[in-house]
């Protein structure tokens, strides 16, 4: 079987939205965004990250994910049932919101801007992702966002 027969999603020109840094300082204080960091638990709480960049925490308002969490398997080729990426979108989105992914540098966020486009979220991801953030120096915080309870 080719590839192409087993797809489901389809890049299309202009299909892409990013966001940039104004947008999420403003979207704690706002209804209709939610924030998702696909990050680590240490680069979220800030206690770790990669060799080349630390972490001093997460965006305000940010619910975290593992990037691996959407797969099914170690493989990250096999993505996860319909149902479980639901629940998983529904304890870190409200109904409606436009969710804003971003990763240290844009890798493992587009897994969640595409399961989020999937499931027919409005998605965006943070262009720059943390890396931008970081060096704007831009707020950051180290407790974590609570799930939303579906």
């Known amino acids: 079987m080719e590839c192409r027969e087993r797809a489901a999603i389809a ?17 704690p204080a706002q209804q209709g965004f939610s924030i998702v960091d696909t990050r680590s638990p240490q680069e979220y709480s800030g ?12 965006i305000e ?15 990250e080729f096999t993505i996860r049932e319909t ?3 639901q629940l998983l979108m529904r304890q870190r989105a409200n109904p409606g919101d436009t969710v804003i992914f971003y990763c240290m540098v844009g890798y493992r966020s587009s897994t969640g801007f595409f399961v989020a486009r999937l499931l027919g979220y409005q998605a965006m991801l943070y262009d720059g992702s943390y890396e931008d953030w970081f060096s704007a120096h831009y707020p950051t915080v180290t407790w974590p966002t609570p799930l939303i309870v579906p």
């Open 61 to 75: 308002g940010a619910r975290r994910i593992d990037s691996e969490e959407f797969f099914a398997d170690d493989s």
């Open 11 to 27: 890049a299309r020109a202009g299909s892409v939205a990013l966001a940039l840094a104004v947008a999420l300082l403003a979207a």
């Open 83 to 85: 149902a479980v990426l």
């Open 47 to 58: 206690v770790g990250g990669k060799e080349w960049q630390q972490s001093t925490g997460h």
